[in-house]
């Protein structure tokens, strides 16, 4: 395979880019031409609903039927095909592995088919860098993204697209599974995260009260907030639920929220950045997007929020990413492997 490219060839608007995203359940195909998103093609998995959470095996089986189609659809749109490619991109790491197999293996017989370079990506990393989509409004470097999915609760620094850190993150539940969770014990199917949001509209957010966890640093804590919010529960009448659904989701909304946002206030205290942004499947829910831009007015911060079809898993962030990786040479063999769990 063509690893060493020769990239004095190639013009940055050259550069076309096929990136997969098979790390959960959603199977997703992106085209990115010259730094620029042309399509992102994202097929669910509405199998997992009546378990109540993601079950390995069956999305691993999706992603398999899925992912041609995917793929055909997202050349289609952008206008381009197979033979058009500069690189190909898969996500790495982290994620559930079967899932991850398929794109990887998917992205590595394309490539090897094609003689086209490979490009691995964190999925972590391009949550963050989901902010770099928008051409007309994004942060300039350094930045602060709170990086909030169903996996993960990150504060993380971005010194340039490939230089991230770390600052901070929970040593237990991931805010996405603090939504999820709190919404099973109110009886609501899986995700739970966008119900308790579309609920919260309509409820007032300060009818109960729960506990904030007191984490040091920039740590975070959620299976506190869990355990909290089942202990009440427990203790009310029969009915109780579907009486003060609305309240219920507004008030554990409410404090997922504030928990996030005084962290993040924190960071920026800390690092003096005013550049920040939110990214993953939480910086989906409104009353986060609607804080953040609170916050940023209050404190004079300058905030960026990806688009809607960015926030959740989606191919376009790995395809950003990867163009990035492309610029600076970084390129995967065809011994690349996925891996459930990475550092950075
Ligand atoms: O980033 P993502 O799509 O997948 C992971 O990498 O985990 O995040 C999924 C998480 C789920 O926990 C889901 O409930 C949550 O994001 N989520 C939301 C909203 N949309 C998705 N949580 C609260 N409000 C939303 N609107
Ligand atoms: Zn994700």
Redesign the pocket.
């Known amino acids: 395979m063509n690893n060493n490219i020769e990239q004095s060839s190639f013009k940055d608007g050259d550069i076309t880019i096929l990136a997969i995203e098979s790390?959960?359940d959603?199977t997703s195909a992106s085209i990115c031409i010259g730094g620029v998103i042309k399509s992102n093609i994202i097929a669910g998995q509405k199998v997992h609903a009546k378990y109540g959470g993601v079950v390995p095996e069956l999305a691993s089986r999706a992603h398999i039927q899925n992912i041609i189609p995917t793929v055909h659809e997202a050349l289609e749109k952008a206008s381009t095909s197979l033979h058009d490619l500069t690189a190909i991109a898969f996500t790495q790491a982290p994620?559930l592995i079967g899932s991850l197999l398929v794109g990887v293996q998917f992205a590595k017989s394309t490539a090897l088919a094609l003689n086209k370079p490979l490009i691995a990506v964190h999925?972590m990393q391009a949550?963050v860098l989901a902010n770099l989509i928008d051409i007309d409004n994004r942060p300039s470097f350094p930045f602060l993204c709170l990086t909030?999915?169903?996996?993960?609760t990150q504060i993380v620094i971005a010194r340039s697209p490939l230089e991230l850190e770390v600052l901070g993150e929970t040593i237990d539940d991931?805010a996405?599974?603090a939504?999820?969770k709190c919404?099973k014990l109110l009886g609501l199917p899986y995700?739970?995260?966008?119900l308790?949001?579309k609920y919260a509209k309509e409820g007032n957010p300060l009818a109960f009260k729960f506990a904030e966890p007191q984490m040091p640093d920039l740590q975070f804590s959620f299976s506190g907030l869990k355990t909290s919010v089942l202990y009440f529960l427990q203790k009310q009448d029969t009915g109780f639920i579907e009486n003060n659904l609305p309240d219920l989701c507004a008030s554990i909304?409410h404090t997922i929220i504030n928990i996030l946002l005084k962290k993040l206030n924190k960071a920026v205290l800390h690092t003096g950045i005013k550049q920040v942004c939110i990214a993953?499947?939480?910086s989906?829910?409104?009353g986060?997007r609607t804080g953040l831009q609170e916050m940023g007015k209050k404190y004079g911060w300058k905030t960026f929020i990806p688009a809607f079809q960015y926030?959740?898993?989606n191919a376009a962030m790995i395809a950003i990413t990867a163009h990035y990786k492309y610029l600076a040479g970084q390129f995967a063999g065809l011994q690349a492997s996925p891996s459930a769990r990475a550092e950075w």
């Open positions: 790390s959960c959603d994620g999925h949550h909030v999915s169903g996996g993960h991931a996405g599974e939504f999820d919404a995700p739970g995260g966008p308790v949001d909304q993953g499947g939480v989906a829910n409104s986060l926030c959740t898993d």
